[in-house]
């Protein structure tokens, strides 16, 4: 595993440690990987979700360390959503 992928793992347990009881998510890091959160908790995989969140390692990282609003990088094109919007907004709101 990659150190952006651990460094990503770390922040995501970080912000849902407890897990995310409204659905499944994948977060898709272009060129590194991709971490799952559902209800279990966050972990790295690559399995079928409600929504998937895609964005370079850099904006994700930003977006984590607060430095960036989630909606602000959607509305930039720098993050794309790919499923149900509704659950992407709560996300959104836990991550900020």
Do not use: C, H, Y
């Amino acid at each position: 595993m990659s150190d952006v992928m651990t460094e990503a793992l770390a922040a995501m347990q970080g912000k849902f440690g407890g897990g995310f009881s409204a659905g499944t998510a994948k977060f898709v890091l272009e060129g590194e990987g991709a971490l799952m959160l559902d209800g279990a908790g966050v972990r790295i995989g690559n399995e079928e979700a409600d929504v998937t969140l895609t964005a370079d390692p850099d904006t994700f990282k930003a977006i984590l360390e607060g430095e960036t609003n989630p909606t602000a990088a959607f509305m930039t094109g720098k993050l794309k959503v790919d499923g149900d919007m509704g659950l992407a907004m709560q996300l959104g709101n836990t991550l900020a």
